[in-house]
């Protein structure tokens, strides 16, 4: 009996409620607030022209970021009501590997998938996919974003994935 409730009080600790802390890149947050990145002075933020988010923040000029020591191109924060739901990140390819590898070991192995892309001359490239759950949220890393000479990181809520279809649906209904 005495076995049965200890294992009872064990159970009940506060660690067995702790949930998985959500993505971050460098402190940054999914799911925090849009003054703690405003108090920084790194960022600007603004109001976006098209139904992405209510405010994105993107580094001021002059302003540095590493992701696994690598060095950051570009890096955009989403919120909506005030609150981070995406991250993106645009890096060189030459640090892809060590940015993945950086992950797996913060994170664990994720899923990984390739797809072949292909230059405007035809040539064919592996852009290898990899993703990590956490909750609601996943954390992307593609080889290849949007060209050839970017790798890119995505850090999304669900909610963000959900907000955005609606709101770029309701503004092309109108």
Do not use: H
Not at 22 to 30: E, K, M, S
Not at 52 to 71: F, M, S, Y
Not at 149 to 173: C, G, M, P, Q
Request: proline fraction near 4%; include cysteine.
């Amino acid at each position: 009996m005495r076995t049965l409730a200890l294992a009872l009080v064990l159970l009940l600790t506060p660690a067995a409620f702790a949930q998985e802390r959500p993505f971050d890149l460098n402190g940054i947050a999914l799911g925090s607030q849009l003054a703690a990145v405003e108090r920084t002075s790194r960022f600007a933020c603004s109001e976006p022209r098209s139904a992405v988010a209510d405010q994105l923040c993107r580094l001021k000029p002059g302003e540095k970021e590493t992701l696994a020591d690598a060095p950051v191109k570009g890096m955009f924060l989403y919120y909506y009501g005030g609150k981070l739901e995406m991250i993106t990140v645009t890096l060189e390819p030459k640090d892809f590997p060590d940015v993945v590898a950086a992950f797996t070991k913060k994170y664990g192995t994720g899923s990984m998938e390739t797809e072949t892309v292909r230059n405007v001359s035809g040539a064919a490239f592996e852009n290898k996919i990899y993703s990590w759950r956490r909750g609601a949220a996943t954390l992307e890393a593609q080889t290849y974003g949007r060209s050839l000479d970017a790798s890119s990181v995505i850090y999304r809520t669900d909610f963000s994935l959900e907000e955005y279809t609606r709101r770029s649906s309701s503004k092309a209904k109108q």
